[in-house]
């Protein structure tokens, strides 16, 4: 949400000067991506993304990173397509940090997405997964159940100190997940953090997926339960089983689901819930109480896992029992 | 330098509504002016910005600035040309903030400023104080003597936290100046903060000066100095006394300047050194530690005051006896 390194009008030249995408016209930081610094960088030839690479982004993982997205547009998957420069790399050194060049995607996104939206996204969402097919180069899901508890044994007694019991409560839900963490479903590539800032719509289709930077594999249908978070409570933390319902009727009509992925569902739902609590709660207490950047309260996480600790039935998703 | 304010898509879609530039196609929070919230939209008829304004720009002045931009656009001055929706308005109410739409402006500031670059700033800023002329809105600076003077009151002993021995040196850098600040000069419309930041270039010509939050009447010279200070000086604050030359004779060859104003150009330049030592001073001391946006060093600003302290003859500004 910041730029956080400045790059010059000559570094900008320097660095096109080896594209073939003609010269700058306009470079502007713009507050997208969490993680690192976006520059929207117009040439004569059209509008791209420079993104320089921040810390928080391992360097080991950025040929995944790239390799996937230029596998999954060379299928239209409508996702950033890494520009490649004339002597065919794509990432580059620029500010002492890795930097790569996307194509620019239309779109806007939204922040209180109407069914027709999750509609939308379950179908594309679903699209991905197919497109990911057969993709040859593998990143481990560090944010998984071994990524949970450690992230669960760096909050400690912080824990407490947001709510009572909670350090209980992610003790006894980190075990329960470990008990019953299914290993036998259908895996491949996932998006792993498809909210609604990363998907752009234009004219009501999905214009854009972007911010594929946790991107790993893992069970495909984790990726669901994902959005089934991400898209389906409204800002009041109720759940829309309408919402529900239409994401994955439109996500099973490109993709069907196994009857064993419906059923993990809720268990799925759990640890994704747990994920992002844990990941908010762990930004909660990791930033400085006057930074800029406030963190996201763990709370909204925190409703959403009881609301799937509760679910006793798939019809609760809106599914047929 | 960040979005303070966040806009839906849904937000901008009404805003667009009202005007005759087509339906958003995107839109991008962007790092640019410190004081404001800046979008760049994209519609189905080009690029535009959309500013919303945060509190340090008092809403009053606002019709000034608008008013400005509209009369300096007409004059073809390269800035921001306010967008009129369909009843004529320029500013809305969105988010609960004043907010309008400009033009776009290509090209991209530089950090370091070539001589080229110093001297086709000068004529441009030249033509902006042309084109100024018949402007029948007034706005006091009100960061010109009696500004300094609340500033340095405010400061406080911190300033010689800051450096010891500063408070004096302001103390009688404001006496000094209090005592031979000229009136007599011809006066117009100033842009009083015309920065590298803040200028465009595109193939080495200006495309466009931006951020017009600080303009306001005053002397004509007075902002020359302030461009002296912002466009002449390396950054090892040395002052370049080429860059000086090409930008005051490139100045002149549009708008000749009196003999009372050269004249008095050391003591306007001290006058604008100080001004910007006191600002970065204030901020230094009103920015949380450790706030995300770092305030910059007044340690600049107080070498270049030392610099115009000792100017004996104009020559030293690359000026003929």
Request: charged content about 25%.
């Amino acid at each position: 949400m910041a730029v956080y390194t400045e790059v010059t009008a000559e570094e900008l030249a320097d660095l096109l000067a080896g594209y073939d995408i003609g010269r700058p016209v306009s470079m502007k930081g713009i507050a997208e991506g969490v993680e690192n610094t976006n520059y929207l960088v117009t040439t004569e030839q059209g509008d791209f993304i420079l993104t320089l690479y921040e810390k928080r982004v391992a360097c080991g993982d950025l040929p995944f990173f790239i390799g996937l997205l230029d596998y999954l547009a060379a299928q239209s998957v409508p996702c950033p397509v890494p520009i490649h420069d004339r002597a065919g790399q794509v990432l580059h050194t620029l500010c002492d940090r890795s930097a790569a060049l996307f194509s620019f995607l239309p779109g806007i996104s939204v922040r209180r997405p109407s069914v027709a939206q999750c509609t939308a996204v379950g179908a594309e969402l679903a699209k991905l997964h197919l497109a990911g097919r057969g993709f040859d180069m593998r990143r481990e899901n560090d944010l998984s159940l071994a990524g949970w508890e450690r992230l669960r044994e760096d909050l400690g007694d912080h824990a407490d100190a947001l709510w009572e019991g909670l350090g209980e409560l992610l003790d006894s839900e980190l075990a329960f997940l470990r008990a019953h963490w299914p290993d036998d479903l259908p895996d491949g590539v996932i998006h792993a953090d498809l909210f609604p800032d990363n998907v752009l719509f234009l004219d009501g289709d999905v214009s854009g997926m972007i911010d594929f930077y946790f991107a790993c594999n893992d069970l495909l249908a984790y990726d669901i339960a994902i959005c089934l978070n991400a898209w389906c409570f409204e800002v009041d933390h109720s759940f829309n089983i309408t919402k529900a319902r239409a994401f994955l009727e439109s996500y099973r009509s490109v993709r069907p689901m196994s009857a064993a992925e419906t059923e993990a569902l809720p268990i799925l739902a759990r640890g994704a819930a747990l994920r992002f609590l844990l990941t908010r709660a762990y930004d909660w207490f990791h930033t400085a109480p006057d930074a800029y950047v406030r963190p996201k309260s763990p709370d909204e996480y925190l409703r959403k896992l009881r609301f799937h600790q509760r679910v006793k039935s798939l019809s609760e998703y809106g599914l047929a029992p």
